[in-house]
């Protein structure tokens, strides 16, 4: 399979503790996008990476949330204190500038967080 | 601040319709409108890319309109079918920027 992958697909955790999930891109795309997604809502943009810089952060990703793209390859989310309001789907998403005006998004399977 | 807006939220058709899925947004200076699909529990299917210099774009029994101009997109599904039910999003990426902004999507329910 070459799509994106992430890990884990499911994580319920208690409220305080630190989680941390992991995104594998498309191999050659050097775009990786981070969005949040809660029940009934549409996605909603947390960060991107080109290559290793993280180039944009959204408000939503308050001091608590950290990511991180070494060596332009995977990428991790990291939650720490974790809160009741962080329950929701974390999606991945990568794409590549084929061509001018392209760069269509490809997205993971999604982590399901649940904070109890 | 764009906002995209999907209009219906739900619908629910006999198998064998065509419909409309519209997605509309405030700002018209787009680069790209991509439309998704998504079943309950999982992630985002890429259906339909529409660079902003186009005006539709085919795939199957989809096809997908962009009015930049009226800051409208619609998806067309021809001869539905219950394998074609699943919330539909659209987002759209701004000049400059690489993200996407998403609409709250259309669920849609074909009977069988």
């Known amino acids: 399979d070459t799509g994106v992958s992430q890990d884990p697909r499911h994580k319920i955790t208690k409220r305080g503790q630190n989680v941390t999930f992991r995104c594998d891109p498309i191999?050659?795309?050097?775009?990786l996008y981070w969005y949040r997604q809660t029940l009934g809502q549409g996605p909603e943009f947390l960060t991107y990476f080109q290559n290793e810089a993280q180039l944009e952060k959204s408000r939503l990703l308050s001091d608590r949330f950290s990511a991180e793209r070494p060596k332009g390859s995977f990428s991790t989310l990291e939650i720490q204190r974790t809160e009741q309001g962080d329950s929701a789907m974390y999606l991945c998403a990568s794409s590549q500038n084929r061509e001018p005006g392209s760069y269509e998004q490809y997205f993971g399977p999604g982590t399901r967080l649940t904070v109890t | 601040k764009q906002e995209v807006t999907q209009i219906p939220a739900a619908l629910s058709v006999p198998e064998g319709e065509n419909l409309v899925l519209n997605c509309s947004f405030t700002?018209?200076?787009?680069?790209?409108l991509q439309w998704f699909r998504q079943d309950p529990g999982k992630g985002l299917t890429s259906l339909l890319l529409i660079q902003s210099s186009q005006r539709e774009q085919t795939s199957g029994r989809l096809n997908a309109s962009l009015d930049k101009s009226s800051g409208r997109s619609t998806l067309y599904i021809a001869a539905s079918q219950p394998g074609d039910s699943a919330t539909y999003l659209c987002a759209v990426s701004a000049s400059g920027t690489y993200k996407y902004i998403f609409g709250t999507g259309t669920r849609l329910k074909v009977l069988a």
């Open positions: 700002d018209s200076a787009i680069y790209n």
């Open positions: 191999s050659e795309h050097n775009r």
